[in-house]
Nanobody, 118 residues
Framework: QVQLVESGGDWVQPGGSLRLSCAAS????????MGWYRQAPGKERELVAE???????NYKASVKGRFTISRDSAKNTMYLQMNSLQSEDTALYYC????????????WGQGTQVTVSS
């Protein structure tokens, strides 16, 4: 069972920045892909950004140019640098790692709260 632990969530004013971290209990190159998802109250969980084993990245349209996903293999940690934060970015942010099965099933962290308000 892969363990994913997020950190870095906080309250920030609009226009501010935060960096989220996701520490994995296995080598991040063990996974087919890792990603950040978020869920706001009353809404479905949505993909924010993802990075494949090969380093290809994909972003939700509304965060392109503001958010950057990255990873540090030495620390087995994935990051999400979030700049120019907006109130619409307020949500519980989850780390995800998936594949290949069966060794690495779809796994989730416990979530870290990001609140953007003045």
């Amino acid at each position: 069972q892969v363990q994913l632990v997020e950190s870095g969530g906080d309250w920030v004013q609009p226009g501010g920045s935060l960096r989220l971290s996701c520490a994995a209990s296995a080598s991040i190159f063990s996974f087919n892909a890792m990603g950040w998802y978020r869920q706001a109250p009353g809404k479905e969980r949505e993909l924010v950004a993802e990075i494949s084993r090969g380093g290809n990245t994909n972003y939700k349209a509304s965060v392109k140019g503001r958010f950057t996903i990255s990873r540090d293999s030495a620390k087995n940690t994935m990051y999400l640098q979030m700049n120019s934060l907006q109130s619409e970015d307020t949500a519980l942010y989850y780390c995800n790692a998936r594949g290949p099965p069966p060794a690495y099933p779809n796994s989730w962290g416990q979530g870290t709260q990001v609140t953007v308000s003045s």
